[in-house]
């Protein structure tokens, strides 16, 4: 276990959680939570060589899955739609980026990598920016397809060596917490249209927790959700932050799928600045439509 828990109820009441055995906020879930499922399906498919959605009748359900998240997101959120390049030449800002999102490289040559996640193409497009106060917060949109190399290639329904994510960057200087609170929202409302149950669990540092106590305490009361809060002595990787949203399948296994997270570090790696300081970043996203699709099916 990194750090210490607290739990904050719908209510917006903060308590101390006293466990004798605390390894993740899973064991935290499970204590709250004694609920089996015992109606497992199998809905893995057998090939990871190229996207699974489009087997069978799975597209489908992504058609329709998609058209509901973009349907919130575009309703709900203002917006810039974007389309970035999968394929892209490497330099030390990717290099360093990569590195704080710990995951090898995918190299289809000696210059050229394929992206492991939306943000490459992003950053790349608002590299050495200088935005005015006024244009803040520009919120990106990126319908993205990424690729990665996963060793748990037993189940390429949730880890896929290629997959499509909807995903979201908001630049941003101040009101950084409202912003969130907009996003988690946007997710919560989609996750209950397509029926899908989850709690919630938040990683945060020491410093931002007791900076933002106040505010977390109402988006608890906002979403109507406890939140399970993991309290960590300094930043992992780029974020200050990360909320996320997780399905119990009918295996009893925990599945990420949304994730809200709170970046105060690669704005200065792109030279991404307001009237030449650093900004924030919000990275959101629903979670890949893969993970998505899976949850849906599972949880019927």
Same mark, same amino acid.
């Given at each position: 276990m990194?750090?210490?828990?607290?739990?904050?109820?719908?209510?917006?009441?903060?308590?101390?959680?006293?466990?004798?055995?605390?390894k993740?906020?899973?064991?935290?879930?499970?204590?709250?939570?004694?609920?089996?499922?015992?109606?497992?399906?199998?809905i893995?498919v057998?090939?990871?060589?190229f996207?699974?959605?489009?087997?069978?009748?799975?597209?489908?359900?992504?058609?329709?899955?998609?058209e509901i998240?973009?349907?919130?997101?575009?309703?709900?959120?203002?917006?810039?739609?974007?389309?970035?390049?999968?394929?892209?030449?490497?330099?030390?800002?990717?290099?360093?980026?990569?590195?704080?999102?710990?995951l090898?490289?995918?190299?289809?040559?000696?210059?050229?990598?394929?992206?492991?996640?939306?943000?490459?193409?992003?950053?790349?497009l608002?590299?050495?920016?200088?935005?005015?106060?006024?244009?803040?917060?520009?919120?990106?949109?990126?319908?993205?397809?990424?690729?990665?190399?996963?060793?748990k290639?037993?189940?390429?329904?949730?880890?896929?060596?290629?997959?499509?994510?909807?995903?979201?960057?908001c630049?941003?200087?101040?009101?950084?917490?409202?912003?969130?609170?907009?996003?988690?929202?946007?997710?919560?409302?989609i996750?209950?249209?397509?029926?899908?149950?989850?709690?919630?669990?938040?990683?945060?540092t020491?410093?931002?927790?007791?900076?933002?106590?106040?505010?977390?305490?109402?988006?608890?009361?906002?979403?109507?959700?406890?939140? %399970?809060?993991?309290?960590?002595?300094s930043?992992?990787?780029?974020?200050?932050?990360?909320?996320?949203? %997780?399905?119990?399948?009918?295996?009893?296994?925990?599945i990420?799928?949304?994730?809200?997270?709170?970046?105060?570090?690669?704005?200065?790696?792109?030279? %991404?600045?307001?009237?030449?300081?650093?900004?924030?970043v919000?990275?959101?996203?629903?979670?890949?439509?893969?993970?998505?699709?899976?949850?849906?099916?599972?949880?019927?």
């Open positions: 990194v750090g210490y828990y607290k739990y904050i109820s719908e209510l917006g009441i903060e308590d101390d959680i006293n466990m004798d055995t605390i993740s906020d899973k064991d935290v879930y499970n204590y709250f939570h004694k609920e089996i499922r015992n109606d497992c399906k199998n893995n057998s090939d990871i060589d996207t699974p959605i489009y087997q069978n009748d799975l597209l489908k359900n992504f058609d329709y899955i998609k998240i973009e349907k919130e997101i575009k309703n709900n959120l203002i917006i810039k739609e974007v389309k970035t390049t999968t394929i892209i030449k490497n330099n030390k800002r990717l290099e360093e980026l990569q590195k704080l999102f710990g090898p490289k995918f190299e289809c040559s000696q210059e050229y990598i394929l992206v492991p996640a939306s943000d490459f193409g992003v950053f790349s608002y590299e050495d920016t200088n935005f005015k106060k006024e244009q803040l917060p520009t919120t990106v949109y990126e319908f993205a397809k990424c690729y990665r190399i996963e060793d290639k037993q189940d390429p329904l949730r880890r896929p060596t290629s997959f499509n994510l909807p995903d979201i960057h630049f941003i200087n101040d009101k950084v917490y409202e912003e969130v609170q907009k996003h988690l929202v946007v997710y919560e409302e996750l209950k249209i397509l029926e899908i149950p989850y709690f919630i669990s938040l990683r945060i020491e410093k931002e927790y007791k900076e933002k106590k106040e505010v977390l305490k109402n988006i608890a009361k906002e979403l109507h959700k406890d939140i %399970i809060v993991n309290i960590v002595p930043s992992i990787k780029y974020w200050e932050s990360k909320f996320k949203y %997780i399905y119990k399948n009918s295996n009893n296994e925990f990420q799928l949304s994730t809200v997270q709170v970046d105060y570090t690669t704005s200065g790696i792109f030279n %991404i600045k307001m009237e030449g300081k650093n900004i924030r919000i990275h959101s996203s629903i979670g890949s439509m893969e993970r998505v699709i899976y949850s849906y099916l599972d949880k019927n």
